[in-house]
């Protein structure tokens, strides 16, 4: 059976890892992707603030490792009738099974404020510390817009930038972290955002929750309830549309929709996983998930002795704090989670992937994958109904 997946990213390297490990060589396996290697994007949070480094690991190596083969394009259209993808140099490529992991675009949501993607260049936000180190700016807002579904990004540049600020001695500086959350970090519980907001305050964040953040021009900010901040530096997160691949089903913004086995539903014989997808909770941990569920299901059709599991949508974070943390964990029964003793996940990788994980820890223990930075690590089972087989 040949597999081609499209991607080059947390979802596309997990599923080939799996799929790998779990149907041998009753597949092969051709990796199509834009760029010749594989990014962890969610550590690039961490460079401007040398608590992290993203890490960048060729394709071609994964492929030397596992015997796949890789080609460098992107997919721009699925023939679904003859099972196969155009790609944007003209060429085409057959399958036998599709596997679509090709994220999200970033899209900023606010015109004059600086967007961040983890891709940046790591020196526009030193920059932006270097202002503030010097006295040339004394507010800054990170803000999280409406719509965005892993804030988390947001609140580790907050204490960053506040663990740089105040270890300078700048306690005038004011930071600002805005968001539509009620409380810091909701979705994980009480007690993980009870202790979140015990860190946003030590390290004088000021939490501004509830908000339709609208920027408007000189650096003003409205929070949709007659409440304003004013900044002179403004960093917001990317608002995501979907991927909007031709021949692709896909909902009104583009992702495309898929079932519990990672099936995209009224597409015979395609697959897909990770942020692309409607799932509405755009993060690793969940793509890994989603990449395994579609590994299983596609290893199965090619005859290993494996039982698909439908995918069980688990979050799993690590926020990096600058502070001395605990590990939470919450399950959907205990609204308030409780504080674990030990690593949540192993190895205690930013993305917590069953393969990417040892993956990117084996090969470069002290580099990839894991934080610097002291993190708070928490994992939240999601309630959430999958379409099941029937879609
Ligand atoms: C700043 C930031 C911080 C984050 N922090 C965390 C975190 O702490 N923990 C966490 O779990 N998640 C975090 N995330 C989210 C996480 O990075 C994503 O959820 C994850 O990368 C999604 O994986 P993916 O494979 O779907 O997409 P991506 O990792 O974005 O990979 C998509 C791949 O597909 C390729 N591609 C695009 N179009 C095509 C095409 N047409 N054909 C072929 N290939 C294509 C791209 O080049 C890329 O290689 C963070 C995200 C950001 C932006």
Request: charged residues 25%; hydrophobic residues 45%; glycine residues 10%.
């Amino acid at each position: 059976m040949h597999v081609v997946i499209a991607g080059g990213g947390v979802a596309a390297v997990e599923a080939a890892l799996a799929l790998r490990d779990l149907a041998g060589d009753r597949v092969s396996m051709t990796l199509v992707s834009p760029r010749p290697d594989f990014v962890l994007t969610p550590m690039a949070v961490g460079e401007p603030f040398s608590a992290g480094h993203a890490g960048r690991r060729h394709l071609e190596a994964l492929a030397d490792e596992i015997g796949i083969g890789v080609v460098a394009g992107a997919v721009t259209r699925v023939r679904r009738d003859d099972h196969t993808v155009e790609l944007t140099d003209g060429s085409e490529l057959g399958y036998d099974v599709l596997l679509l992991a090709p994220g999200a675009r970033p899209v900023a949501a606010y015109g004059h404020v600086h967007t961040f993607a983890a891709e940046d260049d790591p020196t526009a936000l030193s920059g932006l510390i270097a202002d503030l180190e010097e006295g040339w700016s004394h507010s800054v807002a990170f803000v999280v817009p409406p719509g965005v579904t892993w804030p988390l990004p947001a609140y580790e540049l907050a204490l960053l930038t506040a663990r740089d600020v105040r270890a300078m001695g700048l306690d005038d500086v004011t930071i600002t972290l805005i968001t539509p959350e009620t409380r810091p970090l909701d979705v994980f519980g009480t007690e993980a955002s009870d202790a979140v907001a015990g860190i946003l305050d030590d390290m004088g964040v000021a939490f501004e929750g509830s908000a339709q953040a609208d920027v408007r021009a000189g650096g003003h900010i409205e929070l949709g309830d007659g409440r304003t901040v004013d900044a002179q530096r403004i960093v917001a997160l990317a608002v995501l549309d979907g991927p909007r691949i031709a021949g692709v089903p896909r909902d009104e913004n583009g992702f495309i929709p898929i079932d519990g086995h990672a099936r995209v539903i009224g597409a015979e014989d395609v697959y897909a996983a990770g942020d692309g997808t409607t799932f509405p909770v755009k993060q690793g941990g969940i793509a890994t998930q989603q990449a395994d569920a579609a590994a299983e299901a596609i290893a199965a059709r090619a005859g290993a002795p494996v039982t698909p599991q439908p995918f069980r949508p688990v979050l799993r974070g690590q926020l990096l704090t600058g502070a001395d943390s605990p590990f939470l964990r919450r399950d959907t029964a205990d609204r308030h989670g409780e504080t674990a003793e030990a690593a949540l996940w192993w190895p205690p990788t930013k993305v917590a992937g069953r393969y990417l994980g040892p993956w990117l820890v084996e090969r470069e223990p002290r580099r990839q994958g894991a934080p610097a930075e002291r993190s708070i690590d928490i994992e939240v089972p999601l309630e959430h109904d999958v379409p099941d087989a029937a879609g």
